[in-house]
């Protein structure tokens, strides 16, 4: 597989080695990314490389509730100065509210059904675009329900740049229930506990740190100890109850939900555009462009 500066380009945000470090990386696993970030974090050139770090879209996420019942989502449009915009942020308001009241299984059932104002949510956001003059889509929503003696968590970051829903349960102390949200936001667990952890990512972390540590020149015969114990720490960046709370880092997330009598069921976080490519405008081509008309 031809190996493109792009792919290079892109290896090097995700895992901050060098340019002929990346290229060699690709090469040997041709062109496979995953691998290739495996492949230099063996050799100890790079560190782990969250694979969703590429946040890309504008737009907005944004949390609703009403009793049992609430719902994060996210609207993306193309640029910060649109999400900012007072209509948009009506219109993501009102699409919260439609989905809370409707609960639509997915985004394709929610944009053909018909909002209070007689119009589809389809509809209702194409308007929107002819109005402010930028695409703007639905991206995705979770509706989330729970039981009496539970909490919601709702937290949103830098206006809505980062949404998290948690739910607590033993609970009804909403502030605790913010607080967890709050620290979901800051450290990007993607986990709750160890056992959500699958068996295929726990084999692959022990396989890059064996590979780690054997090129590091340990001997074998400790590399298995030591390997466990960075596994350990592994856990401690992916599971939210293994992370030192936020707000009082000498005591873990655990220990703070034992405080208040509550379990953390679930948590729901949404960072704006991750995942997607970012347009990637050349404004001295633009500029060009406009002088030369």
């Known amino acids: ?155 949103l970051h830098m206006g809505g740049r980062i949404g998290v829903l948690a739910i607590l349960e033993g609970t009804t102390d909403a502030a605790a229930a913010k607080d967890v949200a709050m620290h979901a936001a800051a450290l990007n667990p993607k986990y709750v506990s160890r056992d959500q952890v699958s068996e295929e990512e726990v084999d692959r972390e022990r396989k890059v740190l064996t590979e780690q540590a054997l090129n590091e020149g340990k001997p074998e015969n400790i590399v298995a100890k030591m390997v466990e114990g960075r596994l350990g720490k592994f856990f401690e960046e992916v599971c939210i109850l293994d992370q030192g709370f936020v707000k009082d880092p000498d005591q873990k997330v655990r220990q703070f939900l034992e405080s208040k009598g509550a379990t953390l069921t679930e948590f729901v976080r949404y960072e704006v555009g991750e995942g997607l490519e970012k347009r990637q405008d050349n404004f001295a081509e633009e500029v060009m462009s406009q002088v030369k008309k």
């Open 1 to 155: 597989m031809a190996i493109t500066a792009q792919m290079v380009k892109e290896l090097r945000e995700k895992t901050g080695a060098g340019m002929m470090d990346c290229k060699k990386a690709l090469v040997e696993t041709d062109g496979n990314m995953d691998q290739a970030i495996d492949y230099l974090r063996e050799k100890g050139i790079a560190k782990a490389a969250k694979k969703s770090d590429r946040i890309a879209a504008e737009g907005t996420t944004f949390i609703t509730s009403e009793g049992d019942t609430a719902v994060l989502l996210e609207v993306n449009a193309e640029t910060d100065f649109v999400a900012k915009n007072e209509n948009f942020q009506v219109l993501v308001k009102d699409i919260a509210a439609h989905l809370l009241a409707n609960k639509p299984a997915s985004v394709e059932e929610a944009l053909q059904q018909t909002m209070g104002n007689g119009k589809t949510v389809d509809t209702y956001i194409s308007e929107a675009i002819s109005k402010i003059g930028e695409k703007i889509t639905l991206r995705r929503f979770e509706i989330r329900t729970k039981g009496e003696n539970a909490a919601f968590g709702e937290y």
